[in-house]
């Protein structure tokens, strides 16, 4: 992980643990995470498991991607959310049956 992106994991935990109204005691008790690992993660440190940085996502109900670098899928996106961010449409697919013709 890069500087930036160690910045950004730190200060996502604290936002989101905030705006969740835990403590980091309940974080770490619901992801089943050791308090110490968590406090490393806020003091700027890099994840070395991440299992434990899955499961803390998990438990804050955001991704890897959202809780790491801040990219991505927007926490709880929809599928239209989604649709709009690849800019899809309405599309029809047809299947056909081809003869392939061996040398």
Known sequence: MT?????????????YIKERNLTATELCRRAKVPRSTLTEWLSGRSPKDMRKLKRVADVLEISIDWLCYGNGLEPKATI???E???NLGTYELVLR???RNKK
Not at 3 to 15: D, E, G, V
């Open 3 to 15: 500087i930036k992106s160690l910045m950004n994991l730190k200060n996502q935990l604290k936002t």
């Open 80 to 82: 239209e959310d989604f």
């Open 84 to 86: 709009n961010l690849l």
């Open 97 to 99: 049956k081809i003869n």
